[in-house]
């Protein structure tokens, strides 16, 4: 199936779809599902879709996931497959995810004689954005009746051939917020007769790391980052208003509210303190990803069977964020890094650069994996 992979997915690279637009793209996956006489659902949640391959025998249900949509970004690699599509770009792998599980039903839909219950095939719309597609799928019934849910992602900090995961909190909960700092505008020359928003602005951003090095216990995970912030025109006008945005990550449920109410804490009093007003939004994105232990040993003891012990890594937890958490806080399961990086043909650049790229072999160990993981539930019982 290699070949015949790497044809989907740079199909795929070259018409990329954003979040909640993913038409054509699952247009692409059903109509190859139900050539192979799988039973589709389409516009689940929105753009997702599902598909079950019942086995010859009785067994769990077990659900394997891909994601599908692209990212906002401008595709800068010179090759020919490069994206078409004027500033979408997939820059994170999601054309090879849907790529790999799609020849996973192909090869197992040949070979239902090795299934013991039911598969189901996950294809998940808008993973990138948050609310993200994992949740609106599971409201419309994507993991009604699954015992057991897998998925993968091709990695290029990890180099080709190696694979990894975490037991517990692997990624983090992802929060985001927007903020105002409303003062009184003046001229630059008559500070005194203004309330300057870009220097309050300043000190809530010094005010907010506080949190990280001083509310939050050091033998604790959390990062507090602002990554924009706005304020005046001219050179010689104090602003009026300063408008800044940031995003706070944590593992834990408890310190993620205490990040919160502290974010929203400081901004008020700071502007408090000087004279000013503050607008907050603070929004709750996914959670963090927490793999089920006994899921974790699973994907240990399969991915061992596949490759050498040495290329089958317990990882450190990222601050990265993945909606696949929603799978897991419903059943148990495992989400997968596959190593996808490979400086020799340029698979360098981290995820979400416009000249992202992956080493397609990879697709081969997912694959592989997946399948396997699939078929190591012969039944309802964790392995210990």
Same mark, same amino acid.
């Given at each position: 199936?290699?070949?015949?992979?790497?044809?989907?997915?740079?199909?795929?690279? %070259?018409?990329?779809?954003?979040?909640?637009?993913?038409?054509?793209?699952?247009?692409?996956?059903?109509?190859?599902?139900?050539?192979?006489?799988?039973?589709?659902?389409?516009?689940?949640?929105?753009?997702?879709?599902?598909?079950?391959?019942?086995?010859?025998?009785?067994?769990?249900?077990?659900?394997?996931?891909?994601?599908?949509?692209?990212?906002? $970004?401008?595709?800068?690699?010179?090759?020919?497959?490069?994206?078409?599509?004027?500033?979408?770009?997939?820059?994170?792998?999601?054309?090879?995810?849907?790529?790999?599980?799609?020849?996973?039903?192909?090869?197992?839909?040949?070979?239902?004689?090795?299934?013991?219950?039911?598969?189901?095939?996950?294809?998940?719309?808008?993973?990138?954005?948050?609310?993200?597609?994992?949740?609106?799928?599971?409201?419309?019934?994507?993991?009604?009746?699954?015992?057991?849910?897998?998925?993968?992602?091709?990695?290029?900090?990890?180099?080709?051939?190696?694979?990894?995961?975490?037991?517990?909190?692997?990624?983090?909960?992802?929060?985001?917020?927007?903020?105002?700092?409303?003062?009184?505008?003046?001229?630059?020359?008559?500070?005194?007769?203004?309330?300057?928003?870009?220097?309050?602005?300043?000190?809530?951003?010094?005010?907010?790391?506080? $949190?990280?090095?001083?509310?939050?216990?050091?033998?604790?995970?959390?990062?507090?980052?602002?990554?924009?912030?706005?304020?005046?025109?001219?050179?010689?006008? $104090?602003?009026?208003?300063?408008?800044?945005?940031?995003?706070?990550?944590?593992?834990?449920?408890?310190?993620?509210?205490?990040?919160?109410?502290?974010?929203?804490?400081?901004?008020?009093?700071?502007?408090?303190?000087?004279?000013?007003?503050?607008?907050?939004?603070? %929004?709750?994105?996914?959670?963090?990803?927490?793999?089920?232990?006994?899921?974790?040993?699973?994907?240990?003891?399969?991915?061992?069977?596949?490759?050498?012990?040495?290329?089958?890594?317990?990882?450190?937890?990222?601050?990265?964020?993945?909606?696949?958490?929603?799978?897991?806080? %419903?059943?148990?399961?495992?989400? $997968?890094?596959?190593?996808?990086?490979?400086?020799?043909?340029?698979?360098?650049?981290?995820?979400?650069?416009? %000249?992202?790229?992956?080493?397609?072999?990879?697709?081969?160990?997912?694959?592989?994996?997946?399948?396997?993981?699939?078929?190591?539930?012969?039944?309802?019982?964790?392995?210990?």
């Amino acid at each position: 199936m290699y070949e015949t992979m790497v044809s989907w997915r740079r199909h795929l690279h %070259r018409h990329p779809e954003l979040s909640y637009k993913e038409v054509n793209t699952a247009a692409f996956v059903a109509e190859k599902l139900r050539d192979w006489g799988l039973d589709v659902k389409t516009n689940m949640g929105g753009h997702g879709l599902i598909a079950d391959l019942q086995g010859h025998k009785d067994g769990p249900t077990v659900a394997l996931r891909a994601d599908m949509d692209a990212l906002p $970004i401008q595709d800068e690699k010179t090759c020919e497959y490069a994206s078409t599509v004027p500033g979408v770009m997939h820059a994170c792998g999601h054309d090879a995810h849907t790529s790999t599980l799609l020849a996973a039903a192909k090869i197992l839909s040949e070979r239902r004689d090795l299934i013991q219950g039911r598969i189901r095939f996950i294809f998940q719309h808008a993973e990138e954005v948050t609310p993200g597609g994992a949740a609106s799928m599971i409201e419309a019934g994507a993991l009604d009746g699954v015992d057991f849910i897998y998925g993968v992602h091709l990695w290029t900090p990890l180099e080709l051939g190696v694979v990894g995961s975490t037991p517990g909190a692997m990624m983090a909960a992802a929060d985001e917020f927007d903020f105002a700092i409303r003062g009184r505008g003046g001229h630059g020359g008559l500070p005194h007769q203004a309330i300057d928003s870009v220097v309050i602005g300043s000190h809530v951003v010094v005010n907010l790391q506080t $949190i990280v090095s001083r509310t939050v216990s050091p033998i604790q995970s959390c990062v507090v980052t602002i990554g924009s912030l706005h304020g005046g025109s001219n050179f010689n006008v $104090i602003a009026e208003s300063c408008e800044m945005k940031g995003t706070t990550r944590t593992f834990d449920a408890e310190l993620r509210m205490e990040v919160k109410s502290r974010v929203e804490e400081i901004v008020e009093s700071t502007c408090r303190m000087y004279g000013a007003g503050a607008e907050i939004d603070y %929004r709750l994105g996914y959670p963090p990803l927490v793999n089920d232990a006994a899921e974790f040993q699973r994907f240990v003891q399969v991915a061992s069977e596949l490759l050498p012990a040495e290329n089958v890594r317990t990882l450190e937890p990222v601050m990265a964020a993945e909606d696949f958490a929603y799978y897991l806080e %419903r059943i148990p399961g495992c989400f $997968i890094f596959v190593g996808a990086g490979n400086p020799e043909i340029g698979a360098s650049y981290p995820h979400h650069h416009p %000249r992202f790229d992956l080493d397609e072999r990879a697709m081969l160990t997912a694959g592989k994996l997946l399948i396997r993981m699939a078929l190591s539930t012969k039944e309802s019982q964790p392995v210990v």
